[in-house]
């Protein structure tokens, strides 16, 4: 007989915990089996050991197990590391897994920059060992910190409403994997706090302080004048603008899926190596054009043509097109897609 999760006691519970607990009960995941991604650093430090401290409470059979990954940019330092990693999580009885992965490989064959061939390979190591592993959720330790900088980093390069609802709270990295991230309302500040009544030590990368990345500058550069020189308010105002950005999408989205539904779009097993959709005019003229460009989007996801390229204008272009009853033009869109109309059908073929 599987052993029932205990209540915690949330008073007794320092502040970092208590966020950890209101955010992702333990209930939730006591009886499956999690995993923390560890870097060392004083978030992810912070997040395993508050984690700790909730299975502690309330028990439940699934394991607490750490995943660190050895990105080799940063030659010994980055191996010393994953050595650290070893070490805790040997003092605090936790099993680790150490993954590591070639970067710059990465790099030269997809060129979006060293940060997104980071964050990219980082994420498929991660997805790959917890399927491996059995495990349930992958627990990230992102904070409210990352969450105003992540929202002023896309505000700055021109973002639509869904890059400015900032970092969810969770994703589905693999039907049986879920990335969450329980930390968004704590602030780094108070994560230090927590290590420090604990006793327990964290590593500092140094590749946080290295300007010539964008969200370094960002981070020690931008932000500190914008509080101290226009608005010392500025993250709450961030932030605001996030759950703004949040509410008015899950509105437009729920226009965009109805429309869909009536313009006759059905979710099925789609090949990008070859395929073709059509949709029914009739319903697009009388949409927004926000509400069209949505659709859209929901389309190429759910059928997995490639977005990145897909930029406002193209998306704005496409929109118009289904939204004339009848037109000869064809658009040749980025990712090999042709946009044509046809017997009163939006034709989309590649």
Not at 270 to 294: H, M, W, Y
Request: with cysteine; charged share 25%; glycine share 6%.
């Amino acid at each position: 007989m599987t052993d029932r999760p205990q209540l915690i006691d949330k008073p007794s519970l320092g502040e970092v915990p208590a966020s950890l607990c209101d955010a992702w009960p333990p209930q939730v995941w006591s009886e499956v089996h999690v995993a923390v991604a560890i870097s060392g650093g004083c978030d992810s430090m912070a997040l395993l050991r508050a984690m700790l401290e909730l299975k502690e409470r309330v028990q439940g059979p699934g394991r607490i197990l750490a995943i660190h990954v050895n990105h080799q940019l940063r030659g010994a330092e980055s191996d010393a590391d994953a050595a650290w990693c070893q070490q805790q999580c040997a003092l605090l009885g936790v099993s680790l897994e150490v993954l590591s992965g070639e970067v710059t490989e990465r790099l030269r064959a997809e060129g979006d920059g060293i940060e997104a061939a980071a964050r990219g390979l980082r994420y498929e190591l991660l997805t790959q060992a917890a399927e491996k592993a059995g495990i349930r959720y992958l627990a990230s330790a992102h904070t409210r910190n990352d969450q105003v900088e992540t929202i002023l980093f896309r505000l700055l390069r021109g973002s639509g409403l869904q890059g400015l609802r900032g970092i969810p709270s969770s994703r589905q990295l693999s039907p049986a994997v879920t990335l969450v991230r329980p930390l968004l309302a704590c602030s780094r500040k108070s994560l230090e706090s927590y290590l420090s009544q604990l006793g327990q030590a964290y590593r500092s990368d140094s590749s946080n302080q290295q300007l010539r990345f964008s969200r370094n500058r960002l981070r020690h550069e931008l932000l500190p004048l914008l509080r101290t020189e226009h608005n010392q308010d500025v993250d709450e105002a961030l932030l605001r603008l996030a759950a703004q950005a949040d509410e008015t999408q899950q509105f437009v989205e729920l226009h965009a899926r109805a429309l869909l539904d009536e313009a006759g779009f059905e979710p099925s097993a789609f090949s990008t190596d070859g395929g073709e959709i059509s949709l029914k005019l009739r319903p697009f003229p009388q949409q927004a054009n926000v509400v069209v460009c949505e659709a859209l989007r929901l389309l190429w996801r759910e059928v997995g043509l490639p977005e990145q390229a897909m930029t406002y204008a193209w998306w704005r272009k496409l929109a118009e097109l289904a939204k004339s009853a009848s037109s000869n033009e064809v658009l040749n869109l980025p990712g090999n897609v042709r946009a044509s109309i046809s017997a009163g059908q939006l034709r989309l073929q590649w």
